[in-house]
């Protein structure tokens, strides 16, 4: 083994959250959210884990080919909905449910000449502004859904929060009142809540929620991490000191000179950087673990490599462990210090790195 870069995925923990969020809405469905490889951590894997979860989200079909590959028959959703009729013939093979959004997505439908009926969840913009039909055209939509001979008659209704991570915001406030005034005369099982809405917002529960970062121990609110809320990080990344160099008062470490050595001092070279995944744009100072002991990562971050300031524990050796992140270092702390946030940083890890379950 060349690198020894790891991330270790922590299958309690994924059980753990999912736990954890029929806890905190245990009148909802949950559908856990397993896009972008399971944000992160690896698409199987992460479904085989979360296998007590009432259905998977996914944003490609793709992924529910992959879902369905290795005997996973809960129910499906395509959140990002068909792009094209050959999509249908999939969605029907794979029992999948879809997501409408779009007259576009519409218009597919009305040309299928298939009678098998498809179960659809209609998608409506109560204020996020990206996806979905706007209020004005709810019951139109859903007249037109109900027409068809291939749609399901059981027709789910559901939107997308901005700014659920403010637990004392208005816009949710805003968009949940949107919601109910929008389909208070249609019928159909009700989904708002994402995971920061399950941590923070009740009243929006409702019949199904949509779990994604939870289940993987995140938190995407200001200065909280997964932890504040019970949740149990699933990843761990961690790699080895692959070098020790000591280095003179006022020499400069990394590229472009951007930080010198205010005395002579032990300067510590971890195998990881952004070609595993590791962010860039983490700043000077940020944190990794050795041996327990918290230490500032001084210089740039480069494609292999980071270099830290090992004053704070001099006995540290070339061999020794480097974490990362994980549940003894919050992944949210490197995300707030990288002007990022925890999903962007697990989805990040790239293909050389090693996965492993723990």
């Known amino acids: ?59 490609a079909l793709s992924d529910a080919e992959r879902l369905r590959a290795v ?36 218009a ?10 498809i ?13 979905g039909f706007a209020a004005e055209r709810a019951r139109t939509v859903y007249a037109q859904l109900k027409m068809m001979p291939n749609v399901h008659d059981d027709i789910m209704l559901m939107t997308h929060f901005a700014s659920s991570d403010e637990f004392d915001g208005t816009q949710t406030a805003s968009q949940l009142k949107e919601f109910s005034d929008i389909t208070h005369h249609l019928g159909g099982l009700h989904s708002l809540s994402n995971s920061a809405a399950i941590l923070g917002w009740p009243s929006a529960h409702q019949d199904w929620v949509r779990a994604g970062g939870a289940l993987y ?44 050595c205010p005395e002579d001092m032990p300067v510590g070279v971890a195998a990881i950087g952004y070609g595993d995944g590791y962010p860039r744009h983490a700043a000077i100072g940020t944190p990794v673990l050795i041996n327990g002991v918290r230490v500032p990562i001084i210089g740039r971050v480069s494609m292999d490599l980071m270099t830290l300031d090992l004053r704070g524990i001099p006995e ?42 723990a």
């Open 217 to 260: 121990g995140l938190s995407v609110v200001d200065d909280k991490t997964g932890a504040d809320f019970g949740l149990k990080p699933a990843m761990s990344l961690s790699t080895k000191l692959i070098a020790i160099n000591q280095i003179r008062k006022g020499e400069s470490i990394g590229y472009s000179a951007t930080w010198q």
């Open 1 to 59: 083994m060349s690198r020894a870069t790891t991330a270790t995925i922590h299958i309690e923990a994924l059980r753990h959250n999912l736990s954890r969020v029929r806890a905190l809405a245990p009148h909802s469905k949950v559908m856990a959210v397993v896009k972008a490889d399971g944000y992160g951590h690896g698409l199987e894997r992460v479904a085989r884990a979360l296998e007590g979860a009432d259905a998977f989200g996914v944003a």
């Open 119 to 131: 179960r659809v969840w209609l998608k409506l913009d109560t204020g996020m502004h990206r996806l």
């Open 71 to 106: 005997g996973l028959s809960q129910r499906i959703v395509l959140l990002s909905g068909i792009d094209d009729a050959s999509d249908l013939p999939a969605i029907r093979r794979l029992g999948v449910d879809t997501v409408v959004h779009h007259d576009s997505q519409l």
């Open 108 to 117: 597919l439908l009305q040309q299928d000449t298939e009678t098998d009926p």
């Open 316 to 357: 540290a050796k070339v061999g020794d462990d480097v974490l990362l992140w994980g549940p003894e270092l919050p992944v949210e702390i490197i995300a707030k210090a990288a002007g990022s946030i925890s999903y962007e940083l697990t989805c990040s890890i790239t293909r050389r790195v090693r996965f492993i379950e």
